[in-house]
C-alpha cells in the first residue's frame, strides 16, 4: 500500500488527475488545480446531467432527484431574477433550519452569480437584525419561527424588498397587507434544464457568512467561486488519495451510491461548503434531519437509510457515540466519520470504532469559516498514527507558523499558524480595517496557536486568545482538555485562565459530568496530575451535569464560561 505521501505526489503531479501549477491571482502567485470548475454553476451543471435516476436529498418524506433538484433551482434562479429584481452582486439572504428550500435558494443564488447570505439560525432578533442591515440584503428566504424574530423590527431594514416565507403565509405572521411577503412555493413553478445566462468570474463573490462573533460583532467572511471551488475540488482529492493509500474519506462507490447523514448547520462552511456542494457533484444522496439535531433521529436514519458517511461537528458525533442506546440502532452500514478540528480525537476515535463497528476511515479537518472549510486534514492510517494532529495541509494551501515578530519559527516550536492558497476568503464584508488585520502579505493570521513537524503535520494547540500565562509558563489549554476528556467518567471539558494577582492567572477547569458519574474536585486535579506537568493541574475545577455552551460548528464559547457578555446564541448545542 503506497503511504499518503506517494499517492500526493502522483495525484498532484505534471500529468496527474489533480496536477497543481502555480497561476497569478489577483496579483500573487498561487498554486492552483490546472484542471478546475470556472465556477459553482459548473457543479449545478454536473448535478443536472445525472438526472433523476438516484434521490440528490430527502427531508422527511419528500425526496428529489438530482434532475429535478437542479430544474427547481433554476426556477428560483429566474424568478427572482424575472419578478423581483434580483442581479449579479445582489445578495440574498437565508435564515431556516436546514431543509430543502436553503439548499435551493443556496444553488439559485450562486448559479446566477448573486451572493448567498447565511444568517445563523440561532440568532437574537438583533443579531439576526445586524446581519440583514450589514450586508445589505435584497431578499430573505425564512422559515416562520426565525422570521418572527424580526417580523416586527422591518422597518429597521431599508434593503430588504421581499421575504420569502418557506413554511407560511403573510397572514401567520401578522402582516396580512405587506407587499413584501410572499410564499417560497411563488419561485419554484416553472422548473427548467436552462440556468440564468450571467458571466461568472472565479474570483466573484459567491457567499457571505458571519464568524462565529464569541467576541464582538461577527464579521461576514466572503467566499468566492474560487475559493468553494477549490475546497471542493481539495476534498474530492482527499477522497481519491484516501482510497488509493486506505483511509478514503469516501467509501467505494462501485459498491453504490454513498449515503451521507447531513447534520452539520448550512449556515455553516461544514455544512454548506463540504456537503451541499461535494455532495451535488460527487452524486451522494443527503439525508437531511428534519428539525433540530438529536441523536435518537440520526440513529434511526443511519438505519432507515443504511448510511455510509457521517461528516459533521465534533460535538454531534460525541453525542450520538454516548447515546446510552447506541447500540440498539443497526449502525453497520457507515464506513467513513469525518469530523471538524476536535481537540480531543484520539478519545473520539475509539468512541466512533466502538459505535460503527465497520467503520474504514475517520477523518479530522481543520479550517475556518474564512478558509471556506478544511485546511488541512488527516485520516487512515495517518489518524491513527497521529491521533492528536489535524493533518497536512491540503493541495494547494500552505500553512506556516510565525512568532510574535510575525517571523516564521523553526519546525516543531509553538506559533500562530498562518494560511495561504485560493481557499481563503476575499475579506470581511465591508469592512477593510478588520481585513486587513486577518490577512497581511496574502496570509491568513488564523489566531490559532499550534505547530508542524518534520513531515508537515500540524497540530492546534489553543487559541491564541485563550492561551494562559501563569507564572511565566505558557499554558496551552488544548493539552489539559485532551488529558481531561479521556476520562471515563467526563463527558466534556473546558479550561479557562482566571486572574490572579502574583502568577497573573490560574488554571480553571470546567467539566461537564457523565451521568451517575460521582467525581470530586480532587479527583480531576489528580487525573490531570497523573498526567501532565503540576503547573497545568487546574487551580479551581467546577462540575456541571448540563452540557457545555458550544456553537454551531462546536467550538466552546468560552467567553459565557468566564462570564464576559451575554450568550451569543439562543441555542447552544
Same mark, same amino acid.
Given at each position: 500500500?503506497?503511504?499518503?505521501?506517494?499517492?500526493?505526489?502522483?495525484?498532484?503531479?505534471?500529468?496527474?488527475? *489533480?496536477?497543481?501549477?502555480?497561476?497569478?491571482?489577483?496579483?500573487?502567485?498561487?498554486?492552483?488545480?490546472?484542471?478546475?470548475?470556472?465556477?459553482?454553476?459548473?457543479?449545478?451543471?454536473?448535478?443536472?446531467?445525472?438526472?433523476?435516476?438516484?434521490?440528490?436529498?430527502?427531508?422527511g418524506?419528500?425526496?428529489?432527484?438530482? %434532475?429535478?433538484?437542479?430544474?427547481?433551482?433554476?426556477?428560483?434562479?429566474?424568478?427572482?431574477?424575472?419578478?423581483?429584481?434580483?442581479?449579479?452582486?445582489?445578495?440574498?439572504?437565508?435564515?431556516?433550519?436546514n431543509?430543502?428550500?436553503?439548499?435551493?435558494?443556496?444553488?439559485?443564488?450562486?448559479?446566477q452569480?448573486a451572493?448567498?447570505?447565511?444568517?445563523?439560525?440561532?440568532?437574537?432578533?438583533?443579531?439576526v437584525?445586524?446581519?440583514?442591515?450589514?450586508?445589505?440584503?435584497k431578499?430573505?428566504?425564512?422559515?416562520?419561527?426565525? *422570521?418572527?424574530?424580526?417580523?416586527?423590527?422591518?422597518?429597521?431594514?431599508?434593503?430588504?424588498?421581499?421575504? *420569502?416565507?418557506?413554511?407560511?403565509?403573510?397572514?401567520?405572521?401578522?402582516?396580512?397587507?405587506? /407587499?413584501?411577503?410572499?410564499?417560497?412555493?411563488?419561485?419554484?413553478?416553472? /422548473?427548467?434544464?436552462?440556468?440564468?445566462?450571467?458571466?461568472?468570474?472565479?474570483?466573484?463573490?459567491?457567499?457571505?457568512? =458571519?464568524?462565529?462573533?464569541?467576541?464582538?460583532?461577527?464579521?461576514?467572511?466572503?467566499?468566492?467561486?474560487?475559493?468553494?471551488?477549490?475546497?471542493?475540488?481539495?476534498?474530492?482529492?482527499?477522497?481519491?488519495?484516501?482510497?488509493?493509500?486506505?483511509? %478514503?474519506?469516501?467509501?467505494?462507490?462501485?459498491?453504490?451510491?454513498?449515503?451521507?447523514? *447531513?447534520?452539520?448547520?448550512?449556515?455553516?462552511?461544514?455544512?454548506?461548503?463540504?456537503?451541499?456542494?461535494?455532495?451535488?457533484?460527487?452524486?451522494?444522496?443527503?439525508?437531511?434531519?428534519? %428539525?433540530?439535531?438529536?441523536?435518537?433521529?440520526?440513529?434511526?436514519?443511519?438505519?432507515?437509510?443504511?448510511?455510509?458517511?457521517?461528516?459533521?461537528?465534533?460535538?454531534?458525533?460525541?453525542?450520538?457515540c454516548?447515546?446510552?442506546?447506541?447500540?440498539?440502532?443497526?449502525?453497520s452500514?457507515?464506513?467513513?466519520v469525518?469530523?471538524?478540528?476536535?481537540?480531543?480525537?484520539?478519545?473520539?476515535?475509539?468512541?466512533?470504532?466502538?459505535?460503527?463497528?465497520?467503520?474504514?476511515?475517520?477523518?479530522?479537518?481543520?479550517?475556518?469559516?474564512?478558509t471556506?472549510?478544511?485546511?488541512?486534514? +488527516?485520516?487512515?492510517?495517518?489518524?491513527?498514527?497521529?491521533?492528536?494532529?489535524?493533518?497536512?495541509?491540503?493541495?494547494?494551501v500552505?500553512?506556516?507558523?510565525?512568532?510574535?515578530?510575525?517571523?516564521?519559527?523553526?519546525?516543531?516550536?509553538?506559533?500562530?499558524?498562518?494560511?495561504?492558497? /485560493?481557499?481563503?476568503?476575499?475579506?470581511?464584508?465591508?469592512?477593510?480595517?478588520?481585513?486587513a488585520?486577518?490577512?497581511?502579505?496574502?496570509?491568513?493570521?488564523?489566531?490559532?496557536?499550534?505547530?508542524?513537524?518534520?513531515?508537515?503535520?500540524?497540530?492546534?494547540?489553543?487559541?491564541?486568545?485563550?492561551? +494562559?500565562?501563569?507564572?511565566?509558563?505558557?499554558? =496551552?489549554?488544548?493539552? +489539559?482538555?485532551?488529558?481531561?476528556?479521556?476520562?471515563? %467518567?467526563i463527558?466534556?471539558?473546558? +479550561?479557562?485562565?482566571?486572574?490572579?494577582?502574583?502568577?497573573?492567572?490560574?488554571?480553571?477547569?470546567?467539566?461537564?459530568?457523565?451521568?451517575?458519574?460521582?467525581?470530586?474536585?480532587?479527583?480531576?486535579?489528580?487525573?490531570?496530575?497523573?498526567?501532565?506537568?503540576?503547573?497545568?493541574?487546574?487551580?479551581?475545577?467546577?462540575?456541571?451535569?448540563?452540557?457545555l455552551?458550544?456553537?454551531?460548528?462546536?467550538?466552546?464559547?468560552?467567553?459565557?464560561?468566564?462570564?464576559?457578555?451575554?450568550?451569543?446564541?439562543?441555542?447552544?448545542?
Amino acid at each position: 500500500m503506497p503511504t499518503s505521501a506517494e499517492v500526493r505526489a502522483q495525484l498532484t503531479g505534471p500529468g496527474g488527475m *489533480f496536477e497543481i501549477t502555480t497561476e497569478d491571482v489577483l496579483g500573487r502567485p498561487t498554486q492552483v488545480y490546472a484542471n478546475r470548475m470556472p465556477s459553482l454553476r459548473s457543479v449545478a451543471e454536473a448535478g443536472l446531467m445525472r438526472g433523476d435516476a438516484q434521490t440528490f436529498l430527502v427531508y422527511g418524506e419528500r425526496t428529489y432527484g438530482f %434532475g429535478t433538484f437542479v430544474e427547481t433551482a433554476n426556477s428560483v434562479a429566474h424568478t427572482l431574477r424575472r419578478s423581483f429584481g434580483i442581479n449579479k452582486g445582489d445578495r440574498v439572504a437565508v435564515l431556516a433550519q436546514n431543509n430543502p428550500e436553503w439548499c435551493l435558494s443556496f444553488w439559485a443564488t450562486v448559479s446566477q452569480g448573486a451572493v448567498l447570505v447565511g444568517l445563523n439560525g440561532w440568532w437574537t432578533t438583533d443579531e439576526v437584525l445586524y446581519g440583514l442591515q450589514d450586508s445589505g440584503a435584497k431578499v430573505l428566504v425564512a422559515d416562520r419561527k426565525r *422570521f418572527e424574530r424580526i417580523a416586527d423590527s422591518l422597518d429597521q431594514l431599508p434593503d430588504l424588498e421581499h421575504v *420569502f416565507l418557506i413554511d407560511g403565509q403573510a397572514v401567520d405572521v401578522g402582516l396580512a397587507d405587506d /407587499p413584501r411577503i410572499h410564499t417560497f412555493d411563488e419561485l419554484t413553478g416553472s /422548473p427548467t434544464p436552462d440556468f440564468v445566462d450571467e458571466d461568472i468570474a472565479e474570483d466573484d463573490h459567491a457567499v457571505i457568512f =458571519y464568524t462565529s462573533g464569541t467576541t464582538g460583532r461577527p464579521k461576514g467572511a466572503i467566499s468566492t467561486h474560487r475559493s468553494m471551488i477549490a475546497n471542493l475540488q481539495n476534498t474530492i482529492y482527499n477522497a481519491v488519495a484516501g482510497s488509493l493509500a486506505g483511509g %478514503g474519506a469516501l467509501p467505494d462507490a462501485g459498491k453504490g451510491q454513498n449515503v451521507s447523514l *447531513f447534520t452539520s448547520p448550512l449556515f455553516h462552511v461544514s455544512g454548506c461548503h463540504s456537503t451541499l456542494v461535494v455532495g451535488l457533484l460527487a452524486g451522494l444522496k443527503l439525508v437531511m434531519p428534519e %428539525g433540530r439535531f438529536t441523536p435518537e433521529r440520526a440513529l434511526e436514519l443511519i438505519q432507515e437509510h443504511q448510511v455510509t458517511v457521517w461528516a459533521t461537528v465534533p460535538t454531534m458525533v460525541w453525542r450520538l457515540c454516548e447515546h446510552p442506546d447506541r447500540h440498539d440502532y443497526d449502525t453497520s452500514s457507515v464506513r467513513s466519520v469525518a469530523f471538524g478540528g476536535s481537540p480531543s480525537a484520539d478519545e473520539l476515535q475509539r468512541m466512533i470504532r466502538e459505535t460503527f463497528p465497520n467503520v474504514a476511515s475517520t477523518s479530522n479537518a481543520y479550517g475556518l469559516t474564512e478558509t471556506s472549510s478544511v485546511a488541512t486534514v +488527516i485520516s487512515g492510517q495517518d489518524a491513527l498514527d497521529r491521533p492528536t494532529s489535524v493533518g497536512p495541509p491540503v493541495p494547494t494551501v500552505e500553512v506556516r507558523i510565525v512568532g510574535e515578530d510575525g517571523e516564521e519559527v523553526p519546525t516543531g516550536e509553538t506559533g500562530e499558524v498562518c494560511i495561504y492558497g /485560493p481557499i481563503l476568503m476575499a475579506g470581511y464584508w465591508n469592512k477593510p480595517k478588520a481585513t486587513a488585520e486577518a490577512i497581511r502579505d496574502g496570509w491568513l493570521r488564523t489566531g490559532d496557536l499550534g505547530h508542524v513537524d518534520a513531515d508537515g503535520f500540524v497540530y492546534i494547540t489553543d487559541r491564541k486568545k485563550d492561551m +494562559i500565562i501563569r507564572g511565566g509558563e505558557n499554558i =496551552y489549554c488544548v493539552e +489539559i482538555e485532551q488529558r481531561l476528556v479521556t476520562h471515563p %467518567g467526563i463527558a466534556d471539558a473546558a +479550561i479557562i485562565g482566571v486572574p490572579h494577582s502574583e502568577l497573573g492567572e490560574e488554571v480553571k477547569a470546567v467539566v461537564q459530568l457523565e451521568p451517575g458519574t460521582s467525581l470530586t474536585e480532587a479527583d480531576v486535579r489528580q487525573w490531570v496530575a497523573d498526567g501532565l506537568a503540576s503547573f497545568k493541574v487546574p487551580t479551581y475545577v467546577e462540575l456541571w451535569q448540563d452540557k457545555l455552551p458550544r456553537n454551531a460548528s462546536g467550538k466552546l464559547l468560552k467567553n459565557v464560561l468566564r462570564g464576559e457578555g451575554a450568550v451569543s446564541f439562543a441555542e447552544t448545542m
